[in-house]
């Protein structure tokens, strides 16, 4: 039997908030060699890291910190190595969260405020598409009225991060609305993110995450 191309290795980091089981056989599905672990050795030297989030903004925050998730996110964006947040592990990639008035502070990979859903029925909870660039990356592949599965009550309304160097590629930012438009996924770089859950999201999230593998 051929043992043709190796397959990526994946770590769903392990900090307390995440669905990690459902995160693991999603990626396992697609062809990634998957481990669930918050161990710093085996996250920094994988192909790819996945930080899964799911609750409040300042409890992921307070696990993530507690298991130098934050310090690995940074260690690994630095040198170019790719990382993917998914629903509140999209979220603390950017500046600031405020919850019930408190406010928290995120990574701030990127600027922005993840604040409440302005919408007549939240959480906004259920089936919904997005409106991707042209140029994605992320969504290649995928029809423009696939549907996604989200669970959300907070979001990041306004996109401000502006790349002024021509030779730097400027993130590409994909929106939804639930109420109100929202950043529904990122790619920047070495980072991407959804609001969405692709391992919750069927095939079309099944495509979503090989487009990210492949990117490995």
């Not at 089936?127 to 990041?156: I, M």
């Given at each position: 039997m051929s043992t043709g191309t190796p397959r990526k290795k994946v770590v769903v980091f392990d900090y307390g908030f995440g669905n990690v089981r459902s995160a693991e056989?999603?990626?396992?599905?697609?062809?990634?060699?998957?481990?669930?672990?918050?161990?710093?050795?085996?996250?920094?030297?994988?192909?790819?890291?996945?930080?899964?989030?799911?609750?409040?903004?300042?409890?992921?925050m307070q696990g993530l910190r507690a298991a130098r998730g934050d310090w690995i996110v940074g260690r690994r964006l630095?040198?170019?190595?790719?990382?993917?947040?998914?629903?509140?592990?999209m979220?603390?990639?950017?500046?600031?969260?405020?919850?019930?008035?408190?406010?928290?502070?995120?990574l701030d990979e990127w600027p922005g405020?993840?604040?409440?859903?302005?919408?007549p029925i939240v959480p906004h909870m259920g089936w919904n598409t997005v409106k991707a660039p042209e140029?994605?990356?992320?969504?290649?592949?995928?029809?423009?009225?696939?549907?996604?599965?989200?669970?959300?009550?907070?979001?990041?309304h306004d996109w401000s991060l502006e790349v002024t160097n021509p030779k730097i590629r400027a993130p590409r930012v994909t929106w939804a609305t639930h109420g109100e438009p929202f950043v529904a996924a990122v790619e920047n770089g070495a980072l991407w993110?959804?609001?969405?859950?692709?391992?919750?999201?069927?095939d079309a999230g099944a495509q979503l995450l090989t487009n990210w593998i492949g990117t490995l």
């Amino acid at each position: 039997m051929s043992t043709g191309t190796p397959r990526k290795k994946v770590v769903v980091f392990d900090y307390g908030f995440g669905n990690v089981r459902s995160a693991e056989r999603a990626l396992a599905h697609v062809g990634a060699d998957v481990e669930i672990t918050r161990d710093y050795d085996t996250a920094m030297n994988a192909d790819g890291l996945l930080v899964p989030g799911v609750g409040a903004f300042s409890a992921c925050m307070q696990g993530l910190r507690a298991a130098r998730g934050d310090w690995i996110v940074g260690r690994r964006l630095s040198g170019g190595r790719p990382v993917m947040g998914i629903c509140v592990g999209m979220q603390i990639l950017f500046e600031r969260g405020i919850e019930h008035g408190v406010e928290t502070e995120g990574l701030d990979e990127w600027p922005g405020t993840v604040g409440p859903l302005k919408a007549p029925i939240v959480p906004h909870m259920g089936w919904n598409t997005v409106k991707a660039p042209e140029d994605s990356e992320l969504f290649a592949g995928l029809d423009a009225d696939a549907r996604f599965y989200f669970v959300h009550s907070y979001a990041v309304h306004d996109w401000s991060l502006e790349v002024t160097n021509p030779k730097i590629r400027a993130p590409r930012v994909t929106w939804a609305t639930h109420g109100e438009p929202f950043v529904a996924a990122v790619e920047n770089g070495a980072l991407w993110a959804t609001q969405f859950h692709p391992e919750k999201s069927g095939d079309a999230g099944a495509q979503l995450l090989t487009n990210w593998i492949g990117t490995l």
